[in-house]
């Protein structure tokens, strides 16, 4: 939820919360922390992974420390995070240039939101140019698959089209499950000959589409994963020093992706109704994105061999 449309849905929030009886209030209140700050929730359902760890790290955490926490609700915390929160406001800049050459031939999806299988890929690239787009610097490309969470980062020197789609096929490798779809921006760096060729011309092709111009929101898994996974750890600084890219790479295939997959919970959007003036959504509890791959791809095998079992006793035998 971008700032602008916190604050509206706030300023409408504020109005039937004056209105409201205390039982209506108290509602209000959760609906609103589930809306517009469900990090703590997340933080919540990790923290009985994270305290044994953190105890090797630090020293052991005393019995009364460690009780209390995990007996913290997502309201304190909340409440404890807010001012370090509100020290994170800049926002970066956008080096998306159009692709020309390919937009008539890549369709425009917007419909992938409910895409429920692995395997159905948005990517995007963060500049970290710093203040100026002049000369040479380092480019993060970012993947996200949509039904699971899965994420993973890759650096690269400017955006080159040999340069991300190497790296592309590196993530490839790495990911547990079959790359199906491909969903990018309309940026020259996906939409090229090369990229094309690498997807289309394959035994499995992979679905490959493009969201519309100036349309950030259709990419808006891959947009919240630019910010949650990269700029808020790297930050907005310009790295034009070209050594700096096999370092990021270092850090993201060792230890980043690592962290991100097994160790930080998200919750996912299954449901959100219109009344009135506002959106009510509703969130599943918060899992690792290890944990929902884990339990899709089971579902998913469990599936194809109840489907299997059902064609073969159909099948009448001499």
Not at 43 to 55: E, H, M, N, T
Request: a positive charge; aromatic letters at 10%; glycine letters at 6%.
């Amino acid at each position: 939820m971008s700032p602008q449309s916190k604050q509206e849905y706030t300023e409408t929030t504020h109005v039937r919360y004056k209105n409201s009886s205390r039982r209506e209030k108290t509602k209000i209140l959760d609906e609103y922390c589930a809306t517009c700050v469900p990090c703590s929730k997340r933080l919540k359902a990790i923290l009985p992974l994270w305290l044994p760890g953190y105890g090797e790290l630090y020293g052991k955490l005393s019995q009364d420390v460690y009780d209390t926490l995990l007996k913290i609700s997502p309201a304190t915390i909340d409440r404890i995070l807010c001012p370090s929160r509100s020290q994170y406001r800049k926002r970066g800049r956008s080096t998306t240039k159009p692709g020309t050459l390919l937009r008539k031939q890549i369709p425009i999806a917007t419909n992938q939101w409910d895409e429920t299988r692995p395997g159905f890929i948005e990517a995007d690239t963060v500049a970290h140019c710093g203040e100026s787009m002049m000369g040479m610097f380092a480019f993060t490309l970012d993947c996200v698959d949509i039904a699971t969470g899965w994420t993973e980062q890759r650096a690269v020197w400017g955006k080159g089209q040999h340069g991300v789609m190497e790296e592309l096929k590196d993530i490839e490798r790495h990911l547990p499950f079959a790359l199906l779809g491909f969903d990018c921006d309309n940026g020259s760096e996906f939409l090229n000959h090369h990229l094309m060729r690498h997807f289309v011309q394959r035994r499995r092709p992979v679905k490959f589409t493009r969201s519309r111009a100036c349309h950030s929101q259709d990419n808006a898994h891959i947009e919240q994963k630019n910010w949650t996974h990269v700029r808020q750890w790297i930050g907005y600084d310009r790295l034009d020093d070209p050594r700096v890219v096999p370092l990021l790479n270092d850090l993201y295939r060792t230890q980043w992706r690592l962290f991100h997959i097994f160790f930080v919970p998200s919750v996912k959007l299954i449901d959100k109704e219109r009344i009135g003036s506002s959106t009510i959504k509703r969130h599943d509890l918060p899992k690792t994105p290890y944990r929902e791959s884990s339990i899709r791809l089971i579902s998913q095998n469990q599936s194809k061999t109840h489907s299997q079992n059902n064609l073969l006793t159909s099948i009448p035998f001499c």
